[in-house]
């Protein structure tokens, strides 16, 4: 390809990135940071030791632990057994290879895709991996993010490079101003459920638009995490200077003569005019309204003024049938009104500071439902930190919430942070599979602003008749 040739934002940085090239191969790709966490780099680090070698470039990989934390008493031993060996055994491993690690009790610990961004180590034009599928958050930067299985997170370990086919691209566009009540979130359950959870198969997605022109930084990590939920491989955003203010002063972010320079470089990465993507698809801003999911993937959303359709996009009838059965829900049946159980305001995709801004705004000098269980539980040590200097913190309690320690939770129920079987849950998370948030619980996917206002009624509710 000619350099003259007009690139999206995508193929300039992978193209940058290619280490070797072959005809109907797989590309020999860079990767510029490797986010590692307790639960897929145990067997990676095992691989290495087995064949007698280091990790190639140790400073370019962090690690955390977050995924099955306990996000209560974090300064006590871990109870959870399986949870215990795993943290311990990451800790093993990186004083064995020289990896940075932020263990339970580090102040810069949390979700690896919360801490990355807040730290400044992610940045735009990277290639970023990580052992998990929602990797694909960095990309709001402007960077090629996305998740890697186990062995290729040795692969990575090893020589700091991986084998990966170009994946195809796709462009989606929102345009026009968000209405009330209408945030990230929204938009992101509101795509998957025009496209389905499958709409995105073999792409790398670039969102565009005025409307995502004028989201935060964290708004655009919301979007982005949850490309993956569309089957995509990633989901990136054009860095621009919502970006660069955002990173400027961040811990481990260029300063001074490598700031100038990084900023020279970082103005380069927007899609060329007349560059050809793959497919283009546009919405309107003003279609998006509070959005939720009734079924078992995120796919199945609809508008909270919406009825639940007679079929899902992309689905069979037989979908739909086992969807709604382990919901315990019915065609053509208003969500508005319906009775839940618990709320969960957290995980890499809605637990940074401006969420848990938002939600305690909207509580302040409210209570919640008596019969609800509330967990608000933050992305990161700083989040928390943030949160209570902010004096959130109080809000909260006030308010009848559990504020809890940074961790996963109640996301993937790795760790104590389980719900009941046959309870209903309405969750900021990014996922609402068959027992995802413990065996039998039921999920329904909504934004911070929407999961307040069930937590105050009981019930899910449309927050524009709240605000």
């Known amino acids: 390809m000619s350099s003259t040739t007009p690139k999206t934002l995508f193929e300039k940085i992978w193209d940058k990135h290619v280490v070797q090239y072959k005809e109907g191969y797989p590309d020999v790709l860079y990767i510029d940071r490797h986010f590692i966490h ?5 067997q990676a680090f095992d691989g290495l030791r ?5 990790v190639a470039k140790p400073k370019q990989t962090i690690a955390t632990a977050d995924h099955n934390v306990p996000t209560k008493n974090q300064h006590l031993p871990i109870q959870e057994l399986l949870s215990r060996h795993q943290v311990d055994t990451l800790i093993q491993n990186c004083d064995e290879f020289g990896v940075e690690l932020y263990g339970l009790g580090h102040e810069k610990q949390g979700i690896v895709h919360v801490i990355g961004p807040e730290l400044g180590i992610t940045l735009p034009g990277m290639t970023i991996v ?36 170009k994946p195809k691209t796709m462009r989606i566009e929102i345009n026009g101003e968000l209405g009330r009540g209408v945030v990230s979130k929204d938009i992101i359950l509101f795509i998957i459920s025009k496209i389905s959870a499958s709409g995105g198969t073999g792409y790398f997605v670039e969102y565009a638009g005025s409307a995502i022109e004028s989201l935060s930084m964290e708004a655009r990590m919301t979007i982005c995490n949850m490309s993956i939920e569309m089957g995509a491989r990633g989901g990136m955003i054009a860095p621009d200077q919502t970006t660069f203010d955002y990173i400027e002063g961040r811990e481990f972010a260029p300063k001074g003569e490598a700031w100038e320079e990084a900023m020279a470089y970082w103005s380069t990465l927007k899609t060329d005019e007349g560059a050809q993507y793959d497919k283009v698809i546009t919405f309107d801003a003003k279609d998006i309204e509070p959005w939720i999911t009734y079924g ?16 899902a996009v992309n689905s069979t009838e037989k979908d739909m049938e086992k969807a709604l059965g382990y919901m315990g829900l019915d065609k053509n049946q208003l969500l508005k009104g319906k009775k839940i159980d618990y709320v969960f305001i957290g995980s890499c995709t809605n637990s940074r500071i401006e969420d848990l801004r938002m939600v305690a705004e909207f509580v302040k000098g409210k209570k919640k439902a008596n019969d609800v269980n509330v967990w608000i539980v933050p992305g990161s040590k700083k989040v928390e930190a943030q949160a209570i200097a902010e004096g959130l913190d109080k809000v909260f309690t006030e308010a009848g919430f559990d504020l809890r320690q940074p961790g996963c939770s109640a996301c993937l129920a790795m760790n ?8 209903y849950c309405v969750s900021t998370s990014n996922r609402n599979f068959e027992g995802r948030q413990g065996p039998g619980s039921r999920t329904f996917l909504v934004s911070p602003l929407m999961a307040a206002a069930a937590a105050v009624t009981g019930e899910i509710t449309d927050v524009r008749e709240m605000i």
Do not use: W
């Open 130 to 165: 990580c052992g998990d599928s929602h990797t694909s958050t960095h990309g709001a930067f402007g960077s090629i993010a996305f998740g890697i299985g186990t062995s290729q997170v040795e692969q990575v370990l090893a020589t700091q490079s991986i084998l990966q086919y």
């Open 416 to 423: 104590e942070d389980k719900v009941p079987e046959g309870k």
């Open 38 to 42: 307790e639960v897929t780099s145990p």
């Open 50 to 54: 087995k064949r007698g070698i280091g």
């Open 296 to 311: 078992t993937n995120p796919g199945m959303g609809i508008g909270i003024s919406q009825e639940i359709p007679e079929l």
